[in-house]
């Protein structure tokens, strides 16, 4: 029954999509006729994919293994709220979860817009209609999640071991969420290309949507750092697999666009630029599913080959083809547009921003196709790792400090040397004295130099112009300099939020620096009281012992940690011995600190009676810092976007 009512709701969700697609012809004489007849095709499409992705979750939550998508990602042992993520956790369900978001943005897209852009809106859910009915497509045709498995087996396969873990709850859904919102823009762009309505008013309507995906994309990426470091049990948070940069690459063309677009909005220019942008961004959410859904490669976080990889190729041509074509056609309309006054200024910084990013999105995109680009001329299996991507990368990430550092405070069309020197010079000075005491303390890298005195130069340009704004402020309105800072934050909500975001990133660089730079590591075998010291830790192997979890055997080894001999208390990294596996996983555990954190990975045991571990032990400086500047970035997001009360006029 769960088969058939998900199977029909998918059917006609899809047929709904192409009575979509045939709005605007239907309703050609009247804009609020094609508006209903899209906003009635939405809504079916919505209640629909609800319909059969309830149904997907209602037989995993009873374990109904005649379905054989339930059964390879679900067992009686699985606990329940794992059986729940079972439902994105392979191809056709990750699917059916996108193919809901989809829906649900359009759903709110028409709900907010339909009366202010009534030209627009026929042709913006036109272009959602299509794109959904591309992925229910392939859900009914390629990959279909309700598909029936027989004879029906007693006990189903359990959901990869790897994702047995709290953040299948987070990663996932906010990565698709991320990928999703940028179908928002693009509909917009796509619809203003089409009727020839170029002008800015859609798009102050994209910026809000487009924050909103990058949010969602960087909260995606902050997740699947943090699950990387403590559950795949290497150390590290950040490898550049080919699937990790696809969830990146989105990323950088999206960040690149919210600062250009604001160029448009005061100037009028860019708007070619940003069309490529927005096409650009939603294009590498299509390869990323391609990438991660077409077998073409091996990866811890990639899906199994299926057919659908020739289906995405094919759709992301008729996207990159269709979308350019449409900005040639309109290219009489995109040509006029002002002109830069002066070289020295914040259109240039942000068009500086721009061309990193762009080259940072590239090279990306290079070192991850380039592997399967040869593997099909040459035959021959090529791998690009980290070191292609850190030193090709990393310049261009300096590079955008620097820009983060200058591009908010640098004059609007022409800097003069006053503007220079009073937002500049004190943060330069105080920048040279952070660089000559960093390097009395030790820093010797010259990247690593580099990066550390240029994220102290933003926080101290922030840091003088928000002093100065509040000093400003307070001889104006005679306020208190908390008050007078809460009504420059109220009146200026994008620049501040705009602060609070690169502050993040400071964190994040000195995180990423202070662990690529000065960790350390240990590899030993101990028995049963010895101890080893690394950093400024030391461990005391107290003993072996095994648990028996719900879906596997865990081999645990007791730490006793100590530091500067007080007592931290016990860490217990273990081996995880799955029936269906062959090999155990590791679950490392780690201390967290301020300054560093103890990671400690067990590789080996003896017996029981023996009572001897192999280890590995590493100390990881400043990494916490890395997430805690996520989680800055995502308030100073969320201040951009929040709908503060507005300041009254006088105050």
Request: no cysteine; aromatic share 12%.
């Amino acid at each position: 029954m769960t088969s058939t009512i998900g199977s029909v709701s998918l059917w006609l969700a899809l047929v709904s999509a192409g009575a979509g697609l045939l709005a605007p012809a239907l309703g050609r004489r009247e804009a609020g006729r094609a508006t209903a007849i899209g906003v009635t095709s939405i809504l079916a499409q919505l209640a629909l994919v609800s319909v059969a992705a309830g149904s997907l979750a209602w037989a995993f939550a009873r374990s109904d293994f005649s379905l054989a998508y339930v059964a390879h990602n679900s067992s009686l042992r699985t606990p329940l709220y794992f059986k729940i993520t079972g439902l994105w956790a392979s191809l056709e369900g990750s699917l059916l979860l996108w193919e809901w978001m989809l829906v649900a943005f359009a759903g709110l897209v028409a709900w907010r817009h339909r009366e202010r852009h009534r030209e627009l809106m026929p042709w913006v859910l036109w272009v959602f209609s299509g794109v959904s009915a591309f992925f229910l497509g392939v859900l009914a045709f390629a990959s279909p999640p309700f598909e029936r498995l027989w004879p029906v087996p007693l006990d189903g396969r359990g959901l990869n071991p790897l994702l047995e873990d709290a953040d299948m709850l987070t990663h996932p859904p906010l990565l698709y969420a991320g990928f999703v919102g940028l179908t928002v823009p693009y509909a917009f762009a796509m619809a203003a290309l089409i009727t020839g309505r170029l002008g800015d008013d859609w798009i102050s309507t994209i910026r809000r949507w487009t924050i909103s995906a990058w949010l969602f994309l960087t909260l995606g990426n902050l997740f699947g750092g943090w699950w990387s470091y403590h559950v795949l049990g290497w150390g590290g948070y950040w490898a550049w697999d080919p699937v990790e940069n696809a969830s990146f690459m989105p990323w950088l063309p999206a960040t690149a666009l919210l600062h250009s677009i604001q160029i448009q909005e005061r100037r009028g220019m860019l708007k070619v630029w940003n069309l490529s942008l927005i096409i650009v961004a939603f294009a590498l959410t299509i390869f990323g599913t391609f990438l991660t859904r077409s077998g073409v490669l091996s990866s811890v976080h990639a899906f199994s080959s299926g057919p659908v990889g020739g289906l995405f190729l094919g759709f992301l041509a008729l996207v990159l083809l269709g979308s350019f074509a449409l900005v040639a056609l309109r290219a009489d309309h995109l040509r006029s547009q002002p002109e830069l006054d002066a070289v020295v200024s914040r259109e240039s910084a942000f068009l500086l921003t721009n061309v990193v990013l762009a080259a940072a999105t590239f090279t990306v995109f290079l070192g991850t196709i380039f592997p399967l680009i040869a593997e099909a001329v040459t035959g021959v299996k090529l791998s690009v790792g980290a070191p292609y991507f850190s030193r090709v990368t990393v310049p261009l990430f300096v590079a955008l400090l620097l820009l983060m550092a200058v591009g908010p405070l640098i004059a609007w069309r022409k800097a003069s040397a006053d503007n220079l020197r009073r937002n500049f010079l004190w943060p330069a000075a105080l920048s040279v004295v952070t660089a000559v005491a960093l390097a009395v303390a030790g820093a010797r890298d010259p990247w690593a130099l580099l990066a550390l005195t240029l994220s102290a130069f933003v926080g101290f340009t922030i840091a003088v112009d928000l002093v100065r704004a509040v000093r400003a402020r307070r001889a104006i309105a005679g306020e208190g300099a908390v008050r007078a800072m809460a009504t420059l934050v109220r009146r200026n909500q994008r620049r501040y939020g705009g602060f609070v975001v690169h502050l993040g990133v400071v964190l994040i660089v000195i995180g990423i620096t202070g662990s690529m730079n000065w960790s350390d590591e240990r590899n030993v075998t101990l028995g049963q009281g010895e101890t080893v010291a690394l950093g400024r830790f030391t461990l005391r192997f107290d003993g072996i012992r095994t648990t028996q979890q719900p879906t596997h055997e865990r081999v645990e080894a007791a730490f006793r940690v100590f530091n500067d001999r007080h007592d931290l208390g016990t860490i217990s990294p273990a081996l995880k011995f799955f029936p269906a596996q062959q090999s155990p996983l590791g679950r490392a555990v780690l201390r967290m600190g301020w300054w560093d954190d103890l990671y400690v990975i067990l590789s080996g045991f003896s017996d029981l009676k023996a009572a001897q571990a192999t280890v590995k032990v590493m100390v990881r400086p400043l990494i916490s810092w890395i997430w805690v500047g996520g989680l800055v970035m995502v308030a100073g997001t969320l201040l951009a976007l929040a709908p503060l009360r507005p300041v009254r006029s006088g105050t």
